[in-house]
């Protein structure tokens, strides 16, 4: 089996599910400047609702066939997220338009909680398991294996990017919505109803985490209360690596991050074993000793892997807060 | 209370004899409160006591960088557990090092600073959220690579923690275990006590010094505007970055009296929900109001513990059984609070007389 060809498998079927955050964390980023930290739990929602249709509906018996349970459960998990996504933009943020920044920001953090909670007492605090709606066939081509989950991912999130990238530049609401974010008064004055355009740039968006929620949880399998926080991180971090606010940049920054990460994790025990450092073994006697025969002694194994999203962050607002592909100047204070 | 013992009370304190009596009236309750507490509800209350004190000196650390200087920091436990480790590591059987508790704990509030330094230099520059996101993701990372820092080399043992740390001697007087002075026994948790009293008051007092003086003036120039307290010659940077490391050290120094307290750390204690607790706890009290911050600490340090005794029996008088376990409730109202406060009193429940003036005031500067 090939592991380079395997890595960009992988890291293309994680990016395309962080692309799909990311695109909801940049849209609301692009139209009201704020980051919605609730973002991550619409798509544990998400994951967890479909899989609450998908069980129930397996249970009962009467034979319904699997397209239907998946294509039932997406549904279902569309309307609750974007039910969801409409409520908290109307709770936690209309209200706090005109306050300072730091106010907005709180409200998000509480409603992730509210949400997260709320999500443990319903589902429980343990791991479940998703039941395979397809069957994971392996494919295998040019050395690597490539599931028909993973197929799926990436062809359903290239379709939805394509189709909002549509929306956007080629319809109505698309115009209003990029008005909004160029300058939302005079949007205004223009006739665009801006309150009616942020609430569908919330719906949009959480309609997209719902999306994400059911392929990762099929993807890995589980889905657990606790998903929705390290995945959120990772995807406004490639919101931010693509250029925030930027619909291009969010695709682009969701598929670097997810083959960085993969990358990472499938070489860097490679890259820091100790062994290979030929000063380190005169130097230590102890070294020396464990790398006898043919063992490795990695200084850094694969269970940093959530690492390198948060120094991806740093270094990219560090060295270009814009993004790889971004305008939009990261101060405006 | 009635008026006129409350104007006489006003008197009292406004005579400088008075002020005083009330001083020393104050000190002799604090002194007798553990021990009213463990003779009224119990030891375990002295040790609630205990950890409230210590989260009263975090949120006021974490009240210097959001409260004062108005930088969004949610990987305030970073610090925290940073001294707690560095006090660990040199004052256990871990590694055999035994170093007195004098010198560990500027230790760890210098390591704290350093991090604090650390974090804050490349990400400053940026603007509020980034920088919540960016602490959020610190806070993370140390947690992540203190629980595996146990391989190939074993500096913190991993998920398993460390366990027999010393705890604070001083003179002899080991505050582990329960000692008599002047024919008087006194267990750990009140010498920890005694210990976290003064602290906290040396705190309290360093906050309401730096409130009023020139660097505190300059962050609170920061937060309403930055580009203007640019122009009136204020270094912003260097005065950020004071600020983070000024939270920092306070955050190490609980840090190594947390791991005193308990004897014993591990990853666990330091996940991303204690900085949300520290944040709630300057949130709900009054951002950059020292009071209003004291006051959010002890509500939210004891109100759960109080939760955690009564939710559960009436529940299960109520239902028959426990629909809610206390965690999730004191969760599910932590996260309330946060939304609730900001919608309805931004300002917090105590909120200091310039901020209330800013916050109802129309609008807010830096908002479009």
């Known amino acids: 089996m090939d592991i380079f060809l395997q890595q960009i498998v992988n890291g293309l079927v994680l990016g395309s599910v962080y692309a799909l955050v990311a695109l909801g964390y940049t849209m609301v980023y692009g139209i009201l400047g704020l980051i919605n930290f609730a973002h991550g739990e619409v798509v ?8 609450s249709v998908v069980n129930a509906l397996m ?5 319904v066939p699997a397209p239907v349970i998946g294509v039932a459960a997406l549904i279902v998990a569309l309307s609750v997220c974007m039910a969801l996504g409409f409520l908290i933009e109307r709770v936690a943020y209309r209200p706090l338009r005109r306050a300072p920044r730091l106010a907005p920001l709180i409200t998000a953090i509480g409603v992730s909680i509210v949400l997260q909670t709320l999500a443990m007492m319903i589902w429980g605090r343990g791991y479940h398991t998703v039941p395979p709606i397809i069957a994971p066939t392996p494919h295998s081509f040019g050395g690597a294996t490539i599931t028909s989950v993973q197929i799926l991912i990436i062809v359903v999130s290239a379709l939805i990017m394509v189709g909002l990238l549509c929306l956007v530049h080629f319809t109505r609401l698309g115009r209003a919505m990029r008005a909004t974010a160029e300058n939302p008064v ?8 801006i309150n009616r355009i942020i609430s569908a740039t919330f719906l949009i968006g959480s309609a997209l985490a719902a999306v994400a929620g059911v392929l990762v949880s099929s993807n890995y399998g589980i889905a657990h209360y606790y998903m929705g926080f390290v995945l959120g991180l990772k995807a406004f971090t490639a919101a931010v690596l693509g250029g925030i606010g930027n619909l291009a940049g969010a695709m682009l920054g969701g598929l670097l991050l997810g083959l960085i990460e993969s990358f990472g994790a499938g070489y860097i025990g490679q890259i820091t074993d100790l062994c290979q450092f030929g000063f380190l073994l005169h130097a230590s006697g102890e070294i020396a000793q464990r790398c006898s025969g043919n063992s490795s002694l990695p200084l850094f194994g694969s269970n940093y892997q959530d690492v390198f999203a948060f120094l991806v962050l740093v270094l990219v607002l560090v060295f270009r807060p814009t993004g790889l592909i971004g305008e939009r100047v990261a101060e405006r204070a | 209370m009635s008026r006129l013992r409350m104007r ?6 406004e005579d400088p004899r008075g002020r005083w009596i009330s001083l020393v009236v104050v000190i002799v309750l604090l002194s007798v409160l553990p021990f009213a507490i463990e003779a009224s509800v119990g030891r375990t209350w002295v040790r609630i006591l205990d950890l409230a004190l210590l989260y009263t000196m975090l949120a006021l650390g974490l009240n210097i960088v959001v409260g004062f200087a108005g930088l969004l920091d949610l990987g305030y436990v970073a610090f925290y557990a940073v001294g707690a480790y560095s006090y660990s590591l040199l004052a256990s059987t871990h590694f055999g090092i035994h170093l007195p508790w004098w010198l560990l704990l500027p230790i760890g509030a ?4 350093f991090f604090g330094v650390l974090l804050g230099a490349p990400t400053l520059r940026l603007r509020g959220d980034y920088l919540a996101i960016v602490t959020l993701g610190f806070g993370e990372i140390i947690r992540i690579v203190i629980t595996n820092l146990n391989a190939p080399i074993n500096i913190t ?3 398993q923690g460390i366990n027999m740390v010393d705890p604070v001697t001083m003179g002899g007087v080991s505050f582990g275990k329960t000692s008599t002075l002047l024919g008087i026994s006194f267990p750990g948790t009140h010498l920890h006590y005694y210990l976290l009293l003064v602290l906290t008051a040396i705190t309290i007092f360093i906050c309401t010094r730096l409130e009023d003086s020139r660097i505190g003036r300059a962050w609170v120039a920061i937060r309403e505007d930055e580009i203007a307290a640019q122009a009136m010659g204020i270094n912003t940077r260097n005065v950020k970055l004071l600020a983070f490391a000024m939270g920092a050290t306070f955050g190490g120094v609980a840090g190594g009296l947390f791991a005193s307290l308990q004897g014993f750390v591990s990853p666990e204690s330091f996940q991303l929900w204690e ?7 300057v949130v709900l009290g009054g951002m950059g109001h020292v009071s209003g911050v004291v006051l959010g600490a002890l509500l939210l340090a004891i109100l759960p513990e109080l939760l955690r005794h009564t939710a559960t029996p009436v529940q299960q008088q109520l239902f028959g059984k426990v629909i809610l376990d206390p965690e999730s409730l004191r969760l599910l109202l932590f996260g309330l609070a946060l939304i609730l406060v900001m919608l309805l009193r931004p300002a917090g429940l105590w909120p200091s007389r310039t901020r209330r003036r800013e916050l109802t005031s129309a609008r807010a500067p830096g908002t479009v």
């Not at chain 1, 005079?186 to 109803?193: D, E, Q």
Request: hydrophobic residues 55%.
């Open chain 1, 186 to 193: 005079v949007a205004g004055l223009m006739g665009v109803n």
């Open chain 2, 275 to 281: 900085s949300i607790t520290v944040l709630c706890m």
């Open chain 2, 157 to 159: 043992n991993g998920p």
């Open chain 2, 8 to 13: 006489r009370l006003q008197r009292l304190l």
């Open chain 2, 110 to 113: 210098a390591t704290a600073a």
């Open chain 1, 44 to 51: 544990m929602v998400g994951a967890l609702t479909a899989l």
């Open chain 1, 59 to 63: 249970s009962a018996h009467v034979g």
